[in-house]
Structure formats: structure tokens, C-alpha cells
């Protein structure tokens, strides 16, 4: 099941940390502590001797009839193909594009062209803006919005709220399969299936969900799911995923030579062929944790990268929840904190945000910055949720800390030190 927490006992995956060049870093002589995943995880080298490999011998555009752009092209096929593993889908399922903010907005416009004043689109306050702006843009059509409640003292979406708004007028539900501000999961297969109960248009933002969870768009149902490589150890890429029945009959604002099949029809442009290149690799090191993980545990090595990533995300899930376990409990024991956490038993990413009595939260960030303890101040861009249901706006935001293969037990209790420094 795509969102099923995994029962295997964790196995200690920092030892992934030598892939990674950026743990070599010293703040103030000390190792700098990566807490800031969530804004975009670290890349091990791999990824970067692609993009750099790229870029020296095989750049060019694609479609010509000379070396480096057969290499091009192969290259994007390579990694289309890696990342319709990564997300249980086919290849021409998957498009590229300069983020996932840049295709929600081609999506959007795609599919509001089909819409009428009067129809409906389903929100969520607990979503990234990015998944409510380019949906609310459309009311200027006479498009109705409307926008899911969150419990404020669960912290998780209101869903009989959410099955009350969605209904025969109902054209879209965007859902976010993970908050980046809280780390909430979201029943995003139960919410799909509402949707085609009316015959509304399901989307959903998994950026904040991988790597953290498996996700498997057919178990899910959805009909369209976005990510974005740089927060699975890749580059600055954005994906789409659309089902190739609903993406044939997308029909996006495009160029007239450009080729109008899936998944071509929505990558307007020349896309970035290196950060592309480096894709497939940041794809091959979860499936490499998967196969070394199994090893670890003592069970049958997986066959096939499909199977190979389902257990390395696994893997990475059943770690970084017992860290978060850890780094949240630790929080909660230091007077004047407050830790914003949907309740024991309900299904989290490794974000942890958290509210200080004496200090605000880019104070703590800088502070913890310079003790080379890397983390996020604000509201991340889930705007509406943290500024606005929330009222976190006098106190600068959330303070926000998310967890990595590559961080570890040692590098927790250093950070909790350091903030209940910060905070006697």
C-alpha cells in the first residue's frame, strides 16, 4: 500500500553518509548538522558527476542527428523511465519541468480551459501555496474555490469538511499527500476516490512526500501527482505525473512544432537536460538503499529497481521516523517549547516544526545556523496554514527541522543541546 507504514525494524542507513560530499562541511571547526531537508535534500556524488558529465560531453539540445543530442535524448528517456520506477507508473506518464510550482500552473491553466463559472475546485489550508494558487488563479473565470479546513488541535484535515465540499460540481480536488510545514499525511487514496465517485480531476502534491514515503500512483488512483527531484537527492527538477487516459486529452498551452503527445504536450521549451541527467542517479541511490537495507536486515535482496526503490523508501521511511521520534520527544522536553505534531499513531514525515517562548523563530534558525545546525524559519510557503490558521505570524513561523538518510542519532541530541542552550 502506498501509504502503510512500514513494520520492519529500522535499519541504520547513515552509513549512506560517505556518498555525500556535503557532510565533509565544518562550521566554527564543527561538522555541519543538515536539518534543512525539506527545503531540498544534500545529493550524493553520483548526482553531481552526472550533471557534470553531462554538461562536458553530451550537451545539446534534443531531436538532432549527431552524438550529443542522441545522448541527450537518451539521457531524458533514461531518466523518465527511473522515475516512472520511483512513482509506479509508465514512462510516458512522466514529464519534466523547471519545478513543480512552474507545472501545477500548466496543469492548472490546462485544465481550466475544460472548466465553466460555476464549477468547483476543492483546496486545502494544510497544502504548500503551490498547490492553491495556480487552482485559485481560475476563479477569475467565475471558478468556485473552496478550501479545507484544518483541525487545529490535531493538526490534520478536516474530513468531514472536506467530503461535505466536494460534490456534483466539483471539477478538481488538489490534495497535498504530505504537509511540508508539519509533516501531516494525507489519506490521498481515500481523497482520489472521492474525486471519481463525481468525476472530478484528482491532484496531488507528493513533493514533500518522497522520499520519505512509497508512493504508488496506481494504488493511490490519482490522475495527476507532482514531485520534484531535489528533495530526493537530485537536482532542481520538477516532475508531473498525469494518467495517460486524462493526459491525452490535456489540452495545454503549447507552441505549434511542439509534439503533442504525452508527456511532450506540457514541457514547453528546452528543458534542463543536466539537472535531468542527474535524475536517474538520485532515483539509483534510494534503489541501492533499498538492495543494501535488505542485505542489512538479513531478507531476500529485491529484484528489479521498481522493487528495489518500494524497499529503499521503506527503509528511509522506518529510519527517519525513529530519529523523528527521538527529535520531537526531545523537544517537548524543553520548557517553553511547543512542538506542532499531528498525534502518536498518525502517519508523519521526519519534519518536526516547533515554537519557542523566549526566542522567535529566525532568531533560533540564526542562532542555530551558526553552531552549524542547518534548519528552516517561517512558513515555508504553507502561507495559509501557518500564518493564517495558525497565527504564527508574530512569532516569525515555525522553526522547522526535517531528517535524512544521512543524519543521525548523535547529530539529534547535539541539536536538542543546542537548543535547550538557546533557550535556558
Not at 468547483?120 to 471558478?143: Q, S, Y
Not at 471539477?171 to 510545514?181: E, H, K, M
Not at 511547543?338 to 534558525?365: C, H, I, N, W
Not at 515555525?398 to 542552550?421: F, H, I, K, S, W
Amino acid at each position: 500500500m502506498a501509504q502503510s507504514k512500514t513494520m520492519n525494524q529500522p535499519v541504520d542507513l547513515s552509513f549512506c553518509r560517505d556518498e555525500f560530499p556535503a557532510m565533509e562541511m565544518k562550521v566554527n571547526g564543527k561538522p555541519a548538522i543538515f536539518l534543512d531537508g525539506p527545503g531540498g535534500t544534500q545529493v550524493p556524488a553520483p548526482v553531481a558527476e552526472a550533471v557534470a558529465d553531462y554538461l562536458l560531453h553530451a550537451n545539446a539540445n534534443t531531436h538532432g542527428l549527431f552524438a550529443t543530442s542522441h545522448r541527450s535524448d537518451e539521457l531524458i528517456s533514461e531518466a523518465r523511465s527511473a522515475v516512472a520506477d520511483l512513482l509506479g507508473s509508465a514512462a510516458d506518464e512522466i514529464a519534466f519541468g523547471a519545478n513543480m510550482t512552474t507545472l501545477n500552473y500548466a496543469l492548472s491553466r490546462a485544465l481550466g480551459r475544460e472548466l465553466k463559472p460555476g464549477d468547483e475546485i476543492v483546496i486545502t489550508d494544510l497544502d504548500h501555496e503551490a498547490n492553491r494558487g495556480p487552482w485559485l488563479a481560475l476563479e477569475e473565470k467565475g471558478v468556485v474555490v473552496k478550501s479545507v479546513r484544518v483541525d487545529p488541535d490535531k493538526l490534520v484535515l478536516d474530513w468531514d469538511d472536506l467530503e461535505s465540499k466536494v460534490g456534483r460540481k466539483t471539477r478538481v480536488l488538489a490534495i497535498g499527500f504530505a504537509s511540508n510545514a508539519l509533516g501531516t499525511v494525507n489519506d490521498v487514496k481515500r481523497a482520489s476516490a472521492l474525486a471519481k465517485k463525481f468525476g472530478a480531476f484528482s491532484v496531488v502534491d507528493a513533493v514533500h512526500a518522497a522520499p520519505h514515503l512509497p508512493i504508488d500512483v496506481r494504488d493511490i488512483g490519482c490522475d495527476f501527482l507532482l514531485c520534484s527531484a531535489y528533495k530526493f537527492f537530485g537536482p532542481h527538477i520538477g516532475i508531473l505525473y498525469g494518467r495517460a487516459e486524462v493526459f491525452d486529452k490535456l489540452r495545454t498551452y503549447k507552441l505549434r512544432p511542439q509534439d503533442d503527445h504525452r508527456p511532450h504536450r506540457v514541457e514547453t521549451g528546452t528543458l534542463c537536460h543536466e539537472g535531468i541527467a542527474g535524475t536517474t542517479p538520485a532515483v539509483e541511490f534510494i534503489a541501492t538503499l533499498g538492495r543494501k537495507a535488505a542485505e542489512a536486515a538479513g531478507r531476500k535482496v529485491p529484484k528489479g529497481r521498481r522493487a528495489a526503490l518500494v524497499a529503499g523508501m521503506e527503509a528511509i521511511q522506518s529510519y527517519e521516523d525513529e530519529l523523528a521520534g527521538k527529535l520531537r520527544d526531545g523537544l517537548r522536553a524543553i520548557p517553553g517549547t511547543r512542538v506542532f505534531s499531528a498525534p502518536e499513531g498518525t502517519l508523519r514525515t521526519p519534519t518536526v516544526s516547533s515554537t519557542y517562548q523566549k526566542m522567535r523563530s529566525e532568531d533560533m534558525a540564526k542562532a542555530l545556523g551558526r553552531a552549524g545546525i542547518f534548519v528552516w524559519d517561517g512558513d515555508f510557503y504553507a502561507t495559509t496554514l501557518v500564518y493564517d490558521r495558525l497565527d504564527l505570524g508574530a512569532r516569525g513561523g515555525l522553526l522547522r527541522m526535517g531528517l535524512a538518510p544521512y543524519n543521525t542519532e548523535d547529530e539529534v541530541e547535539r541539536t536538542l543541546d543546542a537548543v535547550e542552550r538557546l533557550v535556558r
